[in-house]
């Protein structure tokens, strides 16, 4: 008999947490492009305002060499928690970022960040060792090959995390397109060329 369940993000129990997301440490990411990581970051942050999800910035040591965070992020959610930690490397390590999570009530945890290995998996595994549902955002998140991030993957799904593109998450808190036709659209035109050509041919249609 089939025990599997499948547990889908629900826009009203899921927040995101967007983990060092830095400008020095975005130079490591080396599994993506530069243009296309960054496209991917500011995707997943554009899908977390247009959902309203409640979103948690974090920056780890960012008077060193990490840098500060990308300043789109800080735009898109100028008043979203922001902790600046000290010197954690593990963001669950952090009691002001432990508390954030906590405060917004929400047990589906949508994560990403720099780099996969560390800055993803370590507050991931954290989350999922409290029992919260974990879901690791693959193509917002960066590292130094593939072979590095096939290895973080692996530990992470084998502890009980989902993997999913931001693509996924968006559709999946969408759930029909009915919803809102329009801005579904728009936010994928946004972020995918190719999306914005077909939702170019539909307007032209519908009109």
């Not at 975005?26 to 409640?54: R, S, W």
């Given at each position: 008999m089939n025990s599997f369940k499948y547990h889908r993000l629900n826009k009203d129990n899921a927040a995101v947490l967007l983990?060092?997301?830095?400008?020095?440490?975005?130079?490591?990411?080396?599994?993506?492009?530069?243009?296309?990581?960054?496209?991917?970051?500011?995707?997943?942050?554009?899908?977390?305002?247009?959902?309203?999800?409640?979103?948690?910035?974090?920056?780890?040591?960012?008077e060193g060499p990490n840098g500060p965070i990308l300043p789109e992020l800080k735009e898109t959610f100028p008043d979203a928690p922001f902790i600046a930690r000290p010197g954690n490397i593990n963001a669950w390590d952090n009691e002001d970022f432990v508390k954030a999570v906590k405060a917004t009530a929400r047990k589906q945890l949508?994560?990403?960040?720099?780099?996969?290995?560390?800055?993803?998996?370590?507050?991931?595994?954290?989350?999922?060792?409290?029992?919260?549902?974990?879901?690791?955002?693959?193509?917002?998140?960066?590292?130094f090959n593939e072979s590095t991030r096939l290895a973080a993957w692996t530990r992470m799904v084998t502890a009980g995390a989902q993997l999913v593109n931001?693509?996924?998450?968006?559709?999946?808190?969408?759930?029909?397109?009915?919803?809102d036709i329009t801005g579904l659209g728009n936010l994928l035109s946004s972020y995918l060329p190719a999306y914005s050509n077909l939702i170019t041919s539909y307007n032209g249609k519908a009109g």
């Open positions: 983990v060092d997301h830095q400008s020095g440490l975005c130079n490591l990411v080396q599994d993506f492009t530069p243009a296309e990581f960054k496209n991917n970051v500011l995707a997943l942050a554009g899908l977390a305002k247009y959902f309203k999800l409640p979103t948690i910035l974090t920056t780890s040591f960012e949508i994560i990403a960040g720099v780099l996969t290995e560390v800055c993803v998996a370590f507050p991931a595994l954290s989350a999922l060792e409290e029992g919260y549902d974990v879901f690791i955002v693959t193509d917002a998140s960066g590292t931001w693509m996924a998450v968006a559709s999946e808190l969408h759930r029909d397109w009915r919803n």
